[in-house]
């Protein structure tokens, strides 16, 4: 039984381990072109598993900030994902040890998650572990290949592919906001706010990790105060 639902769980995670190693090529190769060796890269990805979160923290590494500011960056950038281990701890199956809950936060990511949450009823550990047997190492792995390509293709190719994660984020806001007008008005404030810190005298001297803690937490709370989403009360 758990044999079928690790296998269930690798399945389910292929279209993600395809995705991953898209990403996670171009982060490799950042990496590397930034400084760091093809083994800090690759231990990285294998050791946090968070897009955003690594990217934001490779440029913080990048700029030598301080450790205060690597925190803190990625506790608001990943503090998502300590609510969907919450969530998907209470969907796992209760006759499992509880310990499982651990192994499971650690590779719980926004695709692992999702399809977690869509299978029916009580969901065994061993499913997310499948999930994560495809999943982590096309993370790892797609910044070993980037890593490696780093050090010897050209440089107006690796500019090239640099582009990728730029148009990979435009493919994950643009569709939503579209259909969602608040999230629309949240990206431009967020654009807008990034923009001021970039340009204006004063502003463009704090360090990218503080800007990215200040731009969150301030659109975040300006968005949930000016349009709240209303829960929806059924009989």
Request: charged residues 10%.
């Amino acid at each position: 039984m758990r044999l079928k639902y690790f296998k269930k769980g690798m399945k389910d995670g292929i279209p993600i381990l395809l995705g991953y190693f898209a990403v996670s090529f171009t982060f490799g190769m950042m990496a590397v072109q930034g400084g760091l060796s093809v083994f800090q890269s690759v231990s990285i990805s294998f050791l946090n598993l968070t897009s955003a979160g690594q990217f934001a923290g490779l440029d913080i590494i990048l700029a030598a900030g301080s450790l205060w500011e690597m925190a803190l960056t990625q506790l608001v950038i990943n503090l998502r994902y300590m609510l969907m281990s919450f969530s998907v701890g209470q969907k796992l199956d209760k006759k499992y040890a509880w310990w499982h809950r651990f192994g499971v936060a650690f590779g719980m990511t926004d695709e692992i998650f999702a399809i977690t949450m869509m299978q029916n009823g009580a969901v065994p550990p061993y499913y997310v572990y499948g999930a994560m047997a495809v999943a982590v190492p096309g993370w790892t792995l797609g910044t070993l290949a980037g890593a490696l390509a780093g050090q010897v293709l050209p440089d107006m190719i690796i500019s090239a592919l640099g582009i990728a994660i730029y148009g990979m984020f435009l493919a994950i806001i643009i569709p939503p906001a579209r259909k969602n007008s608040t999230l629309a008005w949240v990206i431009l404030g967020a654009m807008a706010l990034s923009s001021a810190f970039k340009y204006i005298p004063g502003l463009n001297r704090v360090s990218s990790g503080f800007v990215i803690i200040i731009v969150t937490v301030v659109v975040a709370a300006v968005a949930a105060a000016v349009r709240p989403i209303r829960e929806e009360r059924h009989e």
